[in-house]
C-alpha cells in the first residue's frame, strides 16, 4: 500500500479507523508469547512414548551400565545415529546434554581459554572477529558479546550469505577467528544455502588457521513439506578439500523431542573431537546416558526420525501457510511489507521497511509478543529497522490467526503513523 | 609388622614366599576396577522406579509445560528439595544438568572470563591461587590445574583442614581466591569437618574480596550408619556473620540416583546465584527440566531422600566392614599400614608409607586397580608416597574380599622389598 498517495486528513482519518479496528480486535482478549521458537504441546505430546517406555529400556549396552559414570563422547549407538544424522562418521561426532547453544558456547570458550589444536588462546590475542549473517540467531550473537568477541555483519542473500566478501574478510584478516551459519532453513530467514556456497566455505582461504565454521544444523531434519531443502553435506566437500578440522558442526534434538531435555551434537574432525573430548574431561565425568538410552530407542534411526519430523511438520505446517495466506491477502506486492515462505525451520522473517520497533511495539500492546526488533542482527542494530522473527510454532491456529490479524493492523498503522512523520511532519502518535 | 627384624636372608625368603602365595591367589582370576567412585548396579537398581514411572508424571508445573524450554533456575520443586537438603533457601539454589564438577568446572571458568559479582576477571590477574587439602579430590584439583590456577597444598587433620594455616594464608595472600572442601566424609579421607572448622571458614578475614569456598558438600546424605556424621550448616554461620557471598556449595544426585544421569545443585547467596544465573543465559536455554520432574517424583523429600540412602548404605556398608575387618587382622597397630574408617561417603583412605606407587603397581598385576598413587594430591605431588584411595563401592562382596586379599600381600611385598633396599641396599626386583 502506498500511504504517501493520501493527503494528511485522509491519512489521519485512516489510522483512527485502524486504531479503531485494533482497540476492537484486542477484545479477543488473546495472548501470544511468540519470542522464542518454542515447540508447541502438541508437539512435545509426539515424544511421550520415549518416556512411557523408560523402564524397559535395556540400558547396558556392549556390556557397559549406561546408569553408571564415564563415556565422555557419548554412548556409541547414540553417536552412530547422529552421524547418520550429520552425513558424517561415528568417531567424529560427541554426543553431549542439554542443547547445541550449550556446546556452541562450551566450544568457544574453550577456543577463548586454550586455543584451538594448539593455536593462541582467543584471550591473549588483541581482537577475535566472528562473522555473523544478518538477519541471524541472537543467540550466537549474544555469546560473542559476552565474551568480547567483535562481531562483522554480513547480510543473507537468497542463497546463503554473500561469498565475495566473507571470503575477502577471512583472507585478508588472521582476527577473524569464525562464522555463525545456520545452513539450513536458517533462523530467521528459512534460507538454505546452495551447494556453490557450502563449497566456497568449506574451499575459501584463510589467514587464521585456526578459523573455525559455526555450521549450528539446527534444522537439519526439520522439513514443513515432503519435498524439502537439501543442502550439501560440508563434511563431504571438506574431507575432499583437506578442510575438515575447518567445521564445527552442531545439532540438536531440542526440536525433534523435548526442548532443552534432549541431545545436543557436536561434529567435526577426528582430531577435534578429540580435542573437545580431552576438554570435556576437566569438566565432566560424562554426559547423561540414560537420556541417550532413551532416545536411540526411540529414535531408532534417521528414518523414523524423518517419520517423527513429519508428525511436527503437520502440526507447525498450517500455521506457516495461515501466516502467509492471511498476508498475502493484504500485503501481496508491496514493496515496504515482505516475509519469507520458508519450506522447513522454526521461523517466518518479516521486512517492514523502518518500522518494526514500531510493529513490534503496537502488536504487544494487543498481547501479541515478538522477539525485539534489531534481536537478529549484531549489538541488536539493524540499521533499517525492518526485521521482524515470526515464530509460528507456538500459539495454536486460533492464537495465530489473531496474532496475525494484530500484526497486520499493526503494520498498518505502524505505516500510516510514519508516512504521517516523514512526508507531512506531523507526529500521529502525540 | 617390623621388617627390620629380620636379616637378608629371612627377608628375601619371606618375599619369595609372598609372592608364590601371590601367584596363587590371583588364580581366582578376578579382576576389580576400583579407579573410581562408582556406584555398584545394585545401586543403580534402586532408582529404576524413576524411570519405570516416568510416562505418568505430571510436567506441567504452575502451569509452565516442563518439557519446553526455559527456567535457567531450575523448577522450583527441585529447589526447594535441595534447598531442603542443603539447609538453604530456595531462592539460593540453582538446579543443572549432570555433575557438581560440570557445575563447579563452570563457575571457576566463569569467574577466570568475567570475574566475580564485578572483581577483576581472574584471568587478567597475574597469579591465582587456590587451597587444597591434601589428600583430597583429585578432579578438584585437575580443574584448577588446566586453568593455570596454582595449587597450596595443606594437610588435612582429624577435623579438617588446619586452620591457622588456611587462616594466615588468606589474610596476607589476595591471589588467594578459593579453597576446595569436601567437609562431611571428604574424598578420600572420610573426615567431618567438625563445628570450629567451618565457623572459622566462614568468618575469617580474606584479604581477596572474591575469595569463594568451594564447598563440595558431595556426600550431603551419604551415611553408612544410622547415626552418621552431623556438618554444621555453614549457611546459617555464613549468614550471621554477612558472609554467604563467600559460600559457593555444590552438591548433586549422582550417587543418590544415577552417577552422571542426575541433578547437580549450586547454592549461594542470592547475589551469587543471580550473577552465575545471569552468566547461564548465555550458555543455555534451560536445564534438562525433565530429568527434574522425574527427580523431584522419585525423591519426593529430605525424609524420603534419607530411606533411599538407607538402602544405599545396605549395600555399601558390609564393604567398608569387610575392608576394615581384613585389613585390622592383619595390620592392626602397624604404624606403617593405616587407613580410615569412615562412616559415610565414598572412599577409605589408605596410607601405606613411601611404597603407595609400589602398592598400587602389584596390586594392577593381580588385577586390582586403584586410582593412581598421588591422585589425591595437587600435581599428584605426594611426597610421602603413601596414600591409595579405596573405592568399596565398586566390587562385590566377592570382589572385595579378593582386593583386600591382593592389596594386603601387595603391601606386604612392597614393604619387605623397601627394607631390603633400604637397609640391606638390596635390589628384590632386580
Known amino acids: 500500500m502506498e500511504y504517501s498517495q493520501y493527503d494528511q486528513n485522509e491519512l489521519v482519518k485512516m489510522l483512527d479507523e485502524e486504531r479503531k479496528a485494533f482497540k476492537q480486535l484486542q477484545k479477543r482478549d488473546i495472548s501470544v508469547d511468540m519470542t522464542r521458537g518454542r515447540p508447541e504441546s502438541s508437539q512435545l505430546d509426539v515424544s511421550m512414548p520415549m518416556l512411557e517406555n523408560a523402564g524397559g529400556y535395556n540400558y547396558v549396552i556392549d556390556g557397559v551400565d549406561t546408569r553408571n559414570y564415564g563415556g565422555l563422547q557419548g554412548i556409541k549407538p547414540a553417536r552412530e545415529l547422529f552421524a547418520s544424522i550429520m552425513g558424517c562418521k561415528d568417531d567424529e561426532v560427541i554426543v553431549a546434554d542439554g542443547s547445541s547453544l550449550d556446546l556452541m558456547y562450551t566450544v568457544v570458550q574453550f577456543a577463548m581459554q586454550f586455543g584451538v589444536l594448539g593455536s593462541t588462546p582467543w584471550n591473549k590475542l588483541k581482537k577475535v572477529k566472528f562473522i555473523c549473517l544478518t538477519p541471524g540467531y541472537d543467540r550466537h550473537f549474544s555469546i560473542c ?19 565475495n566478501i566473507i571470503e575477502s574478510l577471512v583472507r585478508d584478516d588472521d582476527s577473524v577467528k ?6 539450513k532453513y536458517s533462523n530467521p530467514s528459512g534460507i ?10 568449506a574451499t575459501m582461504k584463510t589467514a587464521a588457521s585456526d578459523f573455525r565454521i559455526f555450521w549450528d544444523n539446527a534444522y ?3 522439513d514443513l513439506y515432503d519435498k524439502g531443502d537439501k543442502l550439501k553435506n560440508i563434511f563431504d566437500v571438506a574431507r575432499k578439500a583437506g578442510t575438515l578440522d575447518r567445521i564445527y558442526a552442531f545439532t540438536s534434538t531440542s526440536k525433534i523431542t523435548f526442548a532443552g531435555s534432549g541431545l545436543a551434537v557436536f561434529a567435526s574432525s577426528v582430531d577435534n573431537v578429540n580435542a573437545i573430548t580431552n576438554e570435556l574431561f576437566y569438566k565432566t565425568i560424562g554426559p ?16 523414523n526420525v524423518k517419520a517423527i519430523m513429519k508428525r511436527h511438520a503437520e502440526i507447525l505446517r498450517p500455521k506457516f501457510e495461515l501466516f502467509n495466506e492471511k498476508m498475502t491477502a493484504v500485503f501481496e506486492g508491496d514493496r515496504y511489507v515482505t516475509w519469507s515462505r520458508p519450506r522447513g525451520g522454526y521461523f517466518v522473517s518479516l521486512d517492514v521497511k523502518t518500522c518494526a ?3 513490534v511495539e503496537l502488536s504487544a500492546e494487543a498481547g501479541v509478543k515478538f522477539t525485539p526488533a534489531g ?8 540499521d533499517l529497522d525492518e526485521n521482524i522473527r515470526i515464530a509460528p ?9 489473531y496474532a496475525v490479524d494484530v500484526l497486520i493492523s499493526a503494520i498498518k498503522q505502524a505505516r500510516m503513523e510514519l508516512v504521517l512523520r516523514k512526508i507531512y511532519h506531523y507526529d500521529a502518535r502525540a
Open 357 to 359: 520497533k514500531r510493529v
Open 178 to 183: 569464525g562464522i555463525w551459519c545456520v545452513p
Open 192 to 201: 538454505t544455502f546452495s551447494d556453490k556456497v557450502v563449497e566456497r566455505l
Open 220 to 222: 537439519v531434519v526439520h
Open 375 to 382: 534481536s537478529s542482527f549484531p549489538y541488536h542494530i539493524d
Open 145 to 163: 558479546e559476552r565474551l568480547g568477541i567483535e562481531m562483522i555483519a554480513v547480510r543473507m542473500r537468497g542463497d546463503g550469505p554473500d561469498m
Open 288 to 303: 547423561n546416558k540414560i537420556n541417550q538410552v532413551m532416545h536411540v530407542n526411540f529414535l531408532k534411526d534417521l528414518s
Open 393 to 401: 510454532s507456538v500459539p495454536t491456529l486460533e492464537e495465530m490467526d
